[in-house]
């Protein structure tokens, strides 16, 4: 079956540490992206990847890094520079459609929780 | 930047009809989406309007009006699943496939 899958489901992080949360998608999208959600808040754009080897920042990349070398991986890594990384992760996907209205694919979501 | 703005919270019954309304800036705006989220789950795919007007899917509806920046979701015959978290999304013009979420609307369906 088609779909995105975001690894692992729950993640701890120490201070100081680096964590990597995965994103593999098999539907051939070219764009995909990555939103962060708080309890009682909407989701929040980090970055974005329309292409291969190439992503934009979002609302709130300060503390993440990205990078997209294949078209179906989009990784996130958050630094020990993310001070409140306490959230859940939700990556999505979707085709370049014209006029933009294709809809983005969601992930079932990583939640990552401070040690 | 844009803003979406949508109730924080609804309580209806089932069986009954829900109007879930969404207001946005018209600047920059070409497109809505409305998605549903269960609670720890992925949001997903609900409805999206880019002319004016209403897209009838089951028993969700969808209007749009872009000449007033306001959208709203339509439920009909509510049952206890619907009980849910509904997102409004608008689509940015000239930003490539970007989305601004709302803060969502949590729908309480009661017997």
């Known amino acids: 079956d088609g779909g995105i899958t975001q690894s692992p489901k729950y993640l701890f992080r120490k201070e100081g540490q680096n964590v990597t949360l995965s994103c593999e998608q098999n539907?051939?999208?070219?764009?995909m992206y990555w939103y962060r959600q708080d309890p009682g808040q909407g989701l929040r754009l980090i970055y974005y990847?329309?292409?291969?080897?190439?992503?934009q920042k979002g609302d709130i990349a300060e503390g993440y890094s990205v990078s997209r070398e294949k078209k179906e991986s989009f990784p996130l890594t958050v630094t020990s520079a993310q001070k409140n990384p306490t959230a859940f992760y939700l990556c999505?996907?979707?085709?370049?459609?014209?006029?933009?209205?294709?809809?983005?694919?969601f992930g079932d979501g990583t939640r990552l929780s401070i040690l | 930047g844009q803003n979406i703005d949508q109730p924080t919270e609804m309580t209806a019954t089932e069986g009954a009809i829900v109007q879930i309304n969404c207001t946005y800036q018209?600047?920059?705006?070409?497109?809505l989406f409305w998605y549903q989220q269960h609670a720890g789950e992925a949001p997903t795919f609900l409805s999206y309007?880019?002319?004016?007007g209403l897209e009838e899917k089951g028993r969700f509806s969808s209007f749009l009006s872009r000449s007033k920046g306001y959208s709203y979701l339509l439920l009909k015959e509510l049952q206890m699943k619907d009980s849910a978290s509904y997102l409004c999304?608008?689509?940015?013009?000239?930003?490539?496939?970007?989305?601004?979420f709302g803060t969502g609307t949590q729908l309480k369906v009661e017997l």
């Open positions: 999505a996907s979707s085709s370049r459609g014209q006029g933009g209205n294709q809809p983005q694919h």
């Open positions: 539907l051939n999208h070219d764009a």
């Open positions: 990847s329309q292409i291969v080897n190439d992503f």
């Open positions: 018209t600047s920059g705006f070409n497109g």
């Open positions: 309007n880019v002319l004016d």
């Open positions: 999304a608008g689509w940015l013009t000239g930003g490539g496939n970007k989305l601004t």
